[in-house]
T-cell receptor
Framework: NAGVTQTPKFQVLKTGQSMTLQCAQDMNHNSMYWYRQDPGMGLRLIYYSASEGTTDKGEVPNGYNVSRLNKREFSLRLESAAPSQTSVYFC????????????FGNGTRLTVT | GNSVTQMEGPVTLSEEAFLTINCTYTATGYPSLFWYVQYPGEGLQLLLKATKADDKGSNKGFEATYRKETTSFHLEKGSVQVSDSAVYFCALSGAAGNKLTFGGGTRVLVKP
């Protein structure tokens, strides 16, 4: 059972380059999320998709875009990377019911130089 | 808005010591509360949860009780092992659903 799969695991970009982080879940979950994790700041929500066909901004959406491609896949795009976007990015999913837990991928470590 | 505050780490313990990680929250309505654990190089995993006041969540020897009167959800374990070394996150899910709010995480290091 794969759960939540993120690719790539590591990425180095130069300032101004673009890239897309991929996320797929095989648990038939309705809701999907992108978080970033920075030292001392815990996890901050970038964007989320409550259900297929919808996306909403989280706490820190600036500089990012998302696409809910289908029920399984939710991608995060950096159009013009900045050093401030150096972070570890986590994708997560849940059924969408209020008390349901999040299931996380193993993360993408991104460095922007 | 919702917020979660947890004690800063790192917390360094010897094996078989008692562990407590404090967590307090601010939320409207009646949130569900969670503890997640993150082992090195991995994503977060659900450790335990509680969905209403006075509920006790438990798993792998860890416990936490939902205290509405003190808006707290402290994590405890009576006898830690080296394998418990990880970062622990307290989180809440508000009545509006869908979004979880996380605390800053507490790193725990257990020495043999």
């Amino acid at each position: 059972n794969a759960g939540v799969t993120q690719t790539p695991k590591f990425q180095v970009l130069k300032t101004g380059q673009s890239m897309t982080l991929q996320c797929a879940q095989d648990m038939n979950h309705n809701s999907m999320y992108w978080y970033r994790q920075d030292p001392g700041m815990g996890l901050r929500l970038i964007y989320y998709s409550a259900s297929e066909g919808t996306t909403d901004k989280g706490e820190v959406p600036n500089g990012y875009n998302v696409s809910r491609l289908n029920k399984r896949e939710f991608s995060l795009r950096l159009e013009s990377a900045a050093p401030s976007q150096t972070s570890v990015y986590f994708c997560a999913s849940r059924t969408g019911q209020e008390n349901s837990p999040l299931h996380f991928g193993n993360g993408t470590r991104l460095t922007v130089t | 808005g919702n917020s979660v505050t947890q004690m800063e780490g790192p917390v360094t313990l010897s094996e078989e010591a008692f562990l407590t990680i404090n967590c307090t929250y601010t939320a409207t309505g009646y949130p569900s509360l969670f503890w997640y654990v993150q082992y090195p190089g991995e994503g977060l995993q659900l450790l335990l949860k509680a969905t209403k006041a006075d509920d006790k969540g438990s798993n792998k020897g860890f416990e936490a009780t939902y205290r509405k009167e003190t808006t707290s959800f402290h994590l405890e374990k009576g006898s830690v092992q080296v394998s418990d070394s990880a970062v622990y996150f307290c989180a809440l899910s508000g009545a509006a659903g869908n979004k979880l709010t996380f605390g800053g995480g507490t790193r725990v290091l257990v020495k043999p």
